[in-house]
């Protein structure tokens, strides 16, 4: 089992930056095709972005395309979400996960999740 957790949350102003960085440990991280997950206090967990088990594709939620960037490095065992340009919409709990398989877009895949880190963006 794959264990997760993630850093870098916090409070920003609207148009400001955040890193998201997400520590997996237990596994080789390069059997897991990874992803971020968001969600808002009474609403469903949505999709944000999600990349391979080597990086070479990378996947995005509409609403982040452009604007928020997908990464990992194997060799840390970590996985980043640069976010930039950020909006009120954006404030959510940003949740990690893994899956066995290459890479997926669909929260099912994804059988392994960190316990989130708080983004909160002001106006």
């Known amino acids: 089992q794959v264990q997760l957790v993630e850093s870098g949350g916090g409070l920003v102003q609207t148009g400001g930056s955040l890193r998201l960085s997400c520590a997996v440990s237990?596994?080789?991280?390069?059997?897991?095709?990874m992803a971020w997950f968001r969600q808002v206090s009474g609403k469903e967990r949505e999709f944000v972005a999600s990349i391979s088990r080597s990086g070479g594709r990378t996947y995005y939620a509409d609403s982040v395309k452009g604007r928020f960037t997908i990464s990992r490095d194997n060799a840390k065992s970590t996985v980043a979400l640069q976010m930039s340009s950020l909006e009120p919409e954006d404030t959510a709990v940003y949740y990690c996960a893994a899956t066995i398989l290459e890479v997926s877009i669909l929260q099912r895949s994804y059988t392994s999740w960190g316990h989130g880190t708080q983004v909160t963006v002001s106006s």
């Open positions: 237990g596994r080789t991280a390069r059997s897991y095709g």
